[in-house]
T-cell receptor
Framework: DAGVIQSPRHEVTEMGQEVTLRCKPI?????LFWYRQTMMRGLELLIY????????DSGMPEDRFSAKMPNASFSTLKIQPSEPRDSAVYFC?????????????FGPGTRLTVT | AQKVTQAQTEISVVEKEDVTLDCVYE???????LFWYKQPPSGELVFLIR??????QNEISGRYSWNFQKSTSSFNFTITASQVVDSAVYFC????????????FGTGTSLTVIP
């Protein structure tokens, strides 16, 4: 089975531009998570979805960040406008919560650089 | 307060030495799950193990072993006969049943195995 797929793997953009990160979870998984990782703050949960519904977005830094999950096989994280402090690696992860299987499987990440 | 504490920020060992990575957690929930993840220099986060709160059996997988002790709220990870390929950042994580399947990650322990 394919793992979690993220695109793009690398993104370099200028301050003020819109950035869209994409994620395809593992087929059959019903939960999806967006994380951000930086040296200063470590791994931060931004938002997560259960059955395509956003459950907790308290980790979203500010209104410039938004996330959607229009169906079970696709999610986006959008930053508009982007700022240099948004530079980080963004991970998407998915899990299935039936049968008490809660481990999250992570995608390869998107390394975002905002200049 | 930190729900998961990994007090060891960095550890260096010489190849073939055994090394134990500590993880202490905090929860009021009676049903919870503990996890270990590995993040090698390539950057991906790899799931290693899940432990349920009602199963205190220790687990061994090859050179890896995990010691779960509810009495001390610890879930320690031991690598026996370490190898250079074990060099990575290792994260411990907690998931509580009453907060859904949200993970609380520790800050990670960076392990360097010196040849």
């Amino acid at each position: 089975d394919a793992g979690v797929i993220q695109s793009p793997r690398h993104e370099v953009t200028e301050m003020g531009q819109e950035v869209t990160l994409r994620c395809k979870p593992i087929s059959g998984h019903n939960s999806l998570f967006w994380y951000r990782q930086t040296m200063m703050r470590g791994l931060e949960l931004l938002i997560y979805f259960n059955n395509n519904v956003p459950i907790d977005d308290s980790g979203m830094p500010e209104d410039r960040f938004s996330a959607k999950m229009p169906n079970a096989s696709f999610s986006t994280l959008k930053i508009q406008p982007s700022e240099p402090r948004d530079s980080a690696v963004y991970f998407c992860a998915s899990s299935r919560t039936d049968q008490n299987l809660y481990e999250q499987y992570f995608g390869p990440g998107t390394r975002l650089t905002v200049t | 307060a930190q729900k998961v504490t990994q007090a060891q920020t960095e550890i260096s060992v010489v190849e073939k030495e055994d090394v134990t990575l500590d993880c202490v957690y905090e929860t009021r929930d009676t049903t919870y799950y503990l996890f270990w993840y590995k993040q090698p220099p390539s950057g991906e986060l790899v799931f290693l193990i899940r432990r349920n709160s009602f199963d205190e059996q220790n687990e061994i997988s090859g050179r890896y072993s995990w010691n779960f002790q509810k009495s001390t709220s610890s879930f320690n990870f031991t690598i026996t006969a370490s190898q250079v390929v074990d060099s990575a950042v290792y994260f411990c994580a907690l998931s509580e049943s009453y907060t859904g399947n949200q993970f609380y990650f520790g800050t990670g322990t960076s392990l360097t195995v010196i040849p």
